[in-house]
C-alpha cells in the first residue's frame, strides 16, 4: 500500500528541513532539501483529530540491531511514561509537552516487537514497503514504528531524510487508518546528516562532536529522529493537526525546533547540555535504567516558544 503522507524527521545542520510525499498522490516524488527561513514560530491547529490516551507503540526492528542496540530504544520509548523513580529532567517530563496541546495527554505503551532480520523486503525500501511492514500490528490506538538498520537503505535515506510519520489503510478490508513511523539508522551512511551533534556536520560550522550519551553514534542519532518523528505523530497525525506552513511539508511540534537541544542554541551548536562526568558524553534527558538521552526542543503552545529541558 502506498503512503497516505510523510513527514520527515529534522536533519539539525544549519535548520534544514526536509518532507516526503504529500498525501495526494502516492507517486509524488520526494521534496528536494530548502533552508527554513526564520520567521514567526506558531504552529496552527487545523481542527483535524490528535492522538490521546493510552496510545502503543509496536516497534519494527527491520534489519540486524545488536540486543544493546534495542534496549536503548526501547528503553527509551518506555521512558516517555513517567516513572517515580526517574532524576529530573526526564524523558517523560520532555513528552508531557505534548499534553499541551488541545488532544490532551497521551500516555506511551511499548507495544509488540517484530524481528525482521532476514531483511524480507529487500535493503532498498521504497514508501510502500515501509507501510506493508509497519501494517503487521495492531493499527487501533497505535504507532507502528520501523526501525531500519544500518545496512538498509530506504528511499531518500541520507538524501532527504532521517525518519518520517505518515498514515495508511490497513486491516481486512484496508479501511482501517493507521499512523506508522520509520527511522533509520544512519551510523555507516550519512551520520553527519542524521546523526549531528555527535558526529562532524556535513555543512556548517564544523565544531567538535559530541559524545553519544549511550556509546553508540548511529542509534542515539536514530533517538532524536524518533522523538521528532513520535511528537509529530501525535500532534499532526493525520495531516489536520499542529503544523506551520503547506500540509505537504509542514514544520510540526519538533521540526519546528530543529537543531535546538539546550539554551543559548544557535546553527551549528546544539545549547548548553548536561554532560556525564565520567564518560564525558552530552544529554539532557534521564531515562529508565539509568540511561540518559539527548532530545531535541518541543514548541510549546501555551508559550509559542521552543521549550527545552535544560
Wanted: a positive charge; proline letters at 9%.
Amino acid at each position: 500500500m502506498a503512503p497516505k503522507h510523510y513527514h520527515f524527521a529534522a536533519i539539525a545542520v544549519l535548520l534544514v528541513l526536509f518532507s516526503l510525499p504529500s498525501s495526494s498522490s502516492a507517486s509524488t516524488p520526494p521534496r528536494k532539501l530548502a533552508l527554513v527561513q526564520q520567521q514567526p514560530l506558531t504552529l496552527r491547529y487545523h481542527n483535524g483529530r490528535l492522538f490521546k490516551g493510552k496510545i502503543t507503540i509496536n516497534l519494527i526492528w527491520y534489519g540486524k540491531f545488536t540486543p544493546t542496540q534495542r534496549s536503548i530504544i526501547v528503553d527509551f520509548i518506555q521512558s516517555l511514561s513517567p516513572h517515580s523513580t526517574e532524576p529530573q529532567p526526564s524523558v517523560s517530563t520532555w513528552w508531557n509537552t505534548t499534553a499541551l496541546y488541545k488532544g490532551g495527554p497521551c500516555t506511551i505503551v511499548l507495544g509488540k516487537q517484530i524481528l525482521d532480520e532476514d531483511y524480507s523486503l529487500g535493503k532498498l525500501l521504497k514508501p510502500p514497503q515501509i507501510v506493508a511492514l509497519s501494517s503487521k500490528v495492531q493499527h487501533r490506538d497505535a504507532i507502528n514504528v520501523v526501525l531500519t538498520a544500518d545496512d538498509v537503505a530506504p528511499d531518500g535515506f541520507c538524501m532527504s531524510t532521517c525518519g518520517a510519520h505518515g498514515s495508511g489503510l490497513g486491516g481486512k478490508h484496508r479501511k482501517t487508518r493507521f499512523v506508522y513511523a520509520w527511522v533509520g539508522n544512519s551510523e555507516k551512511q550519512c551520520p553527519g546528516q542524521c546523526a549531528w551533534p555527535f558526529h562532524q556536520p556535513v555543512y556548517g560550522p564544523q565544531t567538535p562532536p559530541l559524545v553519544a550519551p549511550n556509546g553508540d553514534v548511529g542509534v542515539d542519532g536514530m533517538i532524536i529522529s524518533l522523538a521528532t518523528v513520535l511528537a509529530g505523530a501525535v500532534t499532526n497525525p493525520f495531516d489536520d493537526g499542529y503544523y506551520q506552513g503547506p500540509a505537504g511539508a509542514p514544520l510540526e511540534a519538533v521540526s519546528a525546533c530543529t537543531g535546538i537541544y539546550g539554551s543559548g542554541a544557535y546553527p551549528g551548536y546544539p545549547g548548553n547540555l548536561l554532560v556525564d562526568p565520567s564518560t564525558g558524553a552530552s544529554y539532557n534527558a534521564h531515562g529508565l535504567n539509568g540511561r540518559n538521552y539527548l532530545l531535541p526542543a518541543m514548541w510549546d503552545p501555551e508559550t509559542s516558544t521552543c521549550k527545552t529541558l535544560v
